[in-house]
């Protein structure tokens, strides 16, 4: 119940996810920790053993990436050091979304030359090669996003490959993860098959390429034995897992099991923790995951990026769905499952929008009445068809219709919330500071929506769940107080 003033690079599209240099090796070294579980003191870094420093910039999809990335390094006997001056070349996994994320990717590569000068660029902004080298021409390799091969390759040319130490080089079955360790993002497929006009996914991450669901299904049961309490379901289109495969039939232990979204959730709803699906497109089979939602199988919680309400805006985009057909499916899945929480994102000021366009946007709104909504002023982007339509919206003007859409969701969202009030939920313990414990409910999922803050002296960590009372609530977060099991 909560909206914000969204930028795209925190939206559906490349929610935030930047990890700076010195995060990568304290995980790391917290996860070593634990695989090693002895009294004894572990010595992670070898001084020996080959040092490579990384950053991680943009979208969770990006995140995963990285992770993938640092667990192959650290399987080969690699260190990850969070100093310029330790390392013997720096890998940045950038992002390419729009101008500001490309500015924010180039700014970091200059700087890892600076300090460094022995920097492998990798990530979607590695889709413009020449880009890069023509700003940045010291470099020693470029790769596009989910280029795994080819990154570990290049680090093998310019570090010499160490040797495996068996007590050094300890991994989790789960690999190396950038999230604590109570949630993770678990990546169902690359790429997207949608040609929307205002985006440029597809022309760096290719086409949607679903991951098998045996390997998907077998990588959240290390997760949850490795103590992750939290899974996040990760694609650039969640509800077309799948159809690239013609939705075909895998198995896991055995069990046959088909490479489709409600089969996946299904069977990630058996592993016994919280399931939130981000990313989903508002195709007709999403109607059959509401009921698994009111089964309490997975979160009774959606991500869906609507962008728009008028059908000629969203047909310029190349955005399924009508403000009519929208409407009608919300209200049968909250038919179904009353507590269906729904987070969605939007473009003011879309080329060519006008201000009865617009006004039907606000109406949506108020009659939809969604939960999570942030909104951004449409920006061009290098490469996005939408750049070449005509009528653009002056930035006045959208800077005022951003305020108006956030006023009327501002509305929205703290009636909703008051409602919440005396109410009881179950929450998951983010942190635990001076203040007090910092959570999140099942409509909260992390980094983007809201929290429940508890002021209670009781001893929690992160990764608790407790049951709590809502006694205070304003538009973007609650307040509660402990409630016996």
Request: with cysteine; proline share 5%; net charge negative.
């Amino acid at each position: 119940m909560t909206v914000e003033q969204f930028d795209p690079s925190t939206s559906n599209s490349a929610q935030s996810q930047t990890t700076t240099l010195d995060i990568p090796s304290k995980m790391i070294e917290e996860q070593h920790n634990e695989v090693v579980n002895s009294d004894k003191e572990s010595t992670l870094v070898s001084e020996k053993a080959a040092k490579v420093g990384f950053v991680s910039l943009g979208c969770p999809k990006n995140l995963v990436d990285s992770e993938r990335i640092l667990t192959q390094l650290r399987t080969e006997g690699y260190d990850v050091v969070n100093s310029y001056d330790d390392a013997e070349m720096v890998i940045v996994n950038t992002c390419g979304f729009i101008d500001s994320a490309v500015q924010e990717s180039l700014d970091t590569i200059g700087e890892a030359l600076s300090e460094n000068g022995k920097v492998l660029v990798t990530g979607c902004l590695g889709a413009k090669k020449d880009e890069i080298i023509e700003l940045h021409p010291n470099v020693l390799g470029v790769t596009g996003p989910h280029a795994y091969d080819e990154v570990l390759a290049q680090v093998h040319e310019h570090v010499a490959k160490p040797e495996h130490n068996p007590l050094i080089d300890l991994v989790p079955d789960h690999g190396v993860k950038l999230t604590p360790k109570h949630y993770a993002y678990l990546k169902i497929s690359e790429g997207c098959n949608h040609r929307c006009t205002f985006c440029i996914i597809p022309s760096m991450r290719g086409d949607l390429d679903s991951r098998p669901v045996g390997d998907v299904i077998g990588e959240a049961k290390r997760l949850v034995n490795a103590g992750v309490k939290e899974l996040l379901v990760i694609s650039q289109d969640t509800s077309a897992y799948g159809v690239d495969v013609k939705h075909k039939l895998d198995f896991y232990e055995g069990m046959p099991v088909k490479t489709h979204m409600q089969q996946l959730c299904e069977e990630l709803g058996k592993q016994g923790v919280w399931v939130r699906l981000h990313y989903v497109y508002p195709y007709p089979h999403v109607d059959k995951i509401i009921p698994l939602m009111a089964e309490g199988k997975i979160l009774p919680y959606l991500d869906i990026p609507f962008q728009h309400a008028n059908k000629r805006i969203l047909k310029l985009m190349k955005r399924p769905g009508s403000s009519e057909r929208v409407l009608e499916r919300i209200a049968k899945w909250r038919e179904v499952c009353p507590e269906l929480v729904i987070r969605s994102t939007f473009i003011v000021g879309f080329p060519g929008e006008t201000e009865e366009e617009f006004q039907e946007l606000l109406d949506f709104l108020v009659e939809a009445q969604l939960d999570r909504v942030g909104c951004f002023k449409y920006s061009p982007v290098e490469g996005a068809t939408a750049n070449d339509l005509p009528d653009h919206v002056s930035d006045e003007v959208m800077e005022k219709r951003l305020q108006r859409f956030m006023e009327v969701q501002a509305k929205i969202s703290a009636d909703k919330l008051q409602a919440r009030i005396g109410q009881e939920y179950l929450i998951l313990v983010d942190e635990v500071n001076d203040l007090g414990i910092v959570g999140r409910s099942y409509m909260d999922a992390p980094e983007v929506d809201g929290k429940v803050y508890l002021s209670d002296d009781f001893d929690a960590k992160p990764g608790d769940q407790l049951w709590v009372q809502i006694i205070h609530a304003d538009e973007h977060d609650v307040w509660g107080v402990r409630v016996e099991d």
